[in-house]
């Protein structure tokens, strides 16, 4: 018994440094340009709920934070505008039943136009451009975000273009390849 709370507690502290020394992340700006000119931002058959737009770019905004926390280094920015979304599916009304759900069909993939610059620590812009998204194979393969995850589909979308757009081109910037 005290072995294992000796384990746990050394795992415990294990974790509480690894999460002090963890080092700080680079800046994130993400903006939203005309959210209600997008094509599809809403949880709910309502398009035009500002209500249900701003919690579906809460979420948009919460997912980015993370990958940049995870992914962007201290001294580097990252800024995004977010032109376009349009979630995975469609509303079917005509199911009256059912109004009110996402219907994700193969062919209702989701998008998203990106506008983005990322500067490394000395200023320069390493990465720059405006973007259209897209995940046609989304309903195919593994996706590691929760079934119940109403973005499941757009943050594997999002998780693949960082990779791509930022910390790749971060990689490369690091070991002199870019």
């Known amino acids: 018994m005290a072995r294992s709370l000796r384990l746990l507690a050394a795992c415990a502290a294990s974790l509480a440094l690894g999460a002090v020394a963890a080092p700080p992340a680079g800046t994130l700006s993400l903006t939203f340009v005309h959210p209600e000119t997008y094509t599809d931002a809403a949880y709910r058959s309502d398009y035009g709920s500002e209500k249900d737009r701003a919690q ?3 979420d948009i905004r919460r997912h980015f934070d993370k990958l940049a926390a995870r992914y962007l280094p201290e001294g580097y920015a990252l800024s995004i505008e977010v032109l376009d979304v349009d979630l995975a599916g469609h509303f079917e009304p005509w199911h009256r039943q059912a109004y ?26 390493i990465g720059s451009g405006e973007q259209r998204i897209a995940d ?11 079934p119940s995850d109403r973005l499941r589909y757009e943050k594997a979308m999002m998780d693949r273009w960082f990779d791509q757009a930022v910390t790749r081109r ?5 070991t002199g390849q870019g």
């Open 170 to 174: 971060i990689a490369a910037r690091q």
């Open 136 to 146: 046609p194979t989304f309903n195919f393969g593994i996706n590691i975000y929760d």
């Open 56 to 58: 579906v770019m809460n």
């Open 100 to 125: 009110n759900v996402r219907i994700v069909r193969d062919v209702t993939w989701p998008h998203m136009t990106l506008r983005y610059e990322l500067r490394g620590s000395d200023g320069a812009v």
